[in-house]
């Protein structure tokens, strides 16, 4: 699977939109972006996932560039509940997901 | 819909006792689970596939003797830890795949924390 690179942590605003970087220049072809977030002390919770085409879903956006190497994830109107680590994933289809250190994402008032 | 459940949610127990942990897929099939376990402040490590009907998969490092995971049915997974030691005090988090899913989504479940003392 591609190697994944996040900034450790990032603050934001709430109600403003949070922009979350993902690097995985050695992405395959056959390979997906995968994102989910964890919130203290539960269990990882699934927001989003793409191959190419950029995505949208009731929770989140999904921005991947066109040479795939790059995405990021949008989260357009950040509440306090949002605040939790979010991971940005690349495997194939039917692979296992191997989760990295993440994003530490606080949303202050 | 796409929940999963976990029992317990949490666990204390003595050092070399054995702990079973459920995980269910409460409305969706699951051919797949997975474990994984965490420590804190640290992200979360793979440590079996769990596929209904075959034995399991365990990842580089995973004593299979020490986790034993039986996965009988296409909604549950069980994930035994065998003769605990303080040092298995962890947060284990299960996951399952639809079998009928698109992609490759996963949903996972609350989580057990275990303490062995």
């Known amino acids: 699977d591609a190697k994944t690179t996040q900034p450790p942590s990032m603050d934001c605003a709430e109600g403003r939109a949070a922009n979350l970087p993902c690097n995985h220049s050695t992405i395959s072809g056959n390979e997906y972006v995968y994102w989910y977030r964890q919130i203290h002390s539960q269990g990882p919770q699934y927001i989003i996932h793409g191959l190419k085409n950029n995505e949208t879903n009731e929770m989140a956006s999904l921005i991947i560039t066109e040479d795939r190497k790059s995405s990021t994830l949008i989260l357009p109107h950040a509440t306090l509940r949002d605040t939790a680590v979010y991971y940005c994933i690349v495997t194939s289809y039917g692979n296992k997901l191997v989760f990295g250190a993440g994003t530490i994402l606080r949303v202050k008032s | 819909g796409a929940v999963v459940s976990q029992h317990p949610s949490w666990v204390i127990c003595k050092s070399g006792t054995s702990v079973k942990i459920e995980c269910r897929s409460l409305?969706?099939?699951?051919?797949?689970m997975f474990w994984y376990r965490q420590f804190p402040k640290q992200s979360l490590m793979l440590m079996a596939t769990s596929n209904e009907g075959s034995k399991a998969t365990y990842e580089q490092g995973v004593e299979k003797d020490k986790f034993l995971i039986n996965h009988a049915s296409l909604t549950l997974s069980t994930l035994t830890v065998t003769s605990a030691h303080p040092e298995d005090s962890s947060f284990y988090i299960c996951s399952a795949r639809p079998t009928s899913g698109r992609d490759n989504e996963q949903f996972f479940g609350p989580g057990t924390r275990l303490t062995v003392l």
């Open positions: 409305d969706f099939q699951a051919t797949t």
